[in-house]
């Protein structure tokens, strides 16, 4: 933003956006806008959860970030294991929404809410600071539809 700066490396915030209150994850990891249709993913690592909502801000078809907010969305668990519901999703660090995919509304209908998703997750920490269950999807493509 600087024009006198020599390194032209200086960045200015325009606006801090909240997500809901009801978003209470430990650390976020990821972040997702699907441009089309202004949803928004945001993972938590630590929750192995995944936040959905909207993007708002603008108005015919022209975004402006310093009227930005969030709407208050949906918080999802990722699939947990079986019998015991133990987190086997522990190290989520990449959301991305996959086009095409919609519910409630006809294929490309605006405002319609994308349905798949594909995530990557990183290596799991090693001695014993993760249960051994996390081994099975570390370092792995992960394809999911929201329930």
């Not at 133990?86 to 991305?96: A, D, F, L, R, T």
């Not at 809410?113 to 996390?134: E, F, H, I, Y």
Request: with cysteine.
């Amino acid at each position: 933003d600087a024009a006198d700066e020599p390194t032209g490396c200086i960045w200015k915030t325009v606006n801090t956006l909240e997500l809901p209150k009801s978003v209470r994850f430990v650390d976020y990891s990821a972040f997702a806008v699907h441009h089309s249709t202004m949803a928004v993913a945001v993972t938590s690592q630590e929750n192995s959860q995944l936040w959905v909502g909207e993007l708002s801000g603008g108005s015919d078809g022209k975004f402006d970030p310093s009227t930005a907010t969030f709407s208050d969305g949906k918080v999802y668990d990722f699939p947990r294991t079986g019998g015991t519901c133990e987190v086997q999703y522990c190290n989520i660090e990449g959301i991305h929404w996959v086009s095409g995919e919609k519910a409630g509304n006809e294929e490309g209908e605006e405002g319609s809410t994308p349905q798949v998703l594909v995530a990557v997750s990183d290596k799991m920490k090693s001695k014993g600071r993760q249960a051994a269950v996390c081994q099975e999807k570390d370092q792995s493509v992960h394809l999911f539809t929201l329930p």
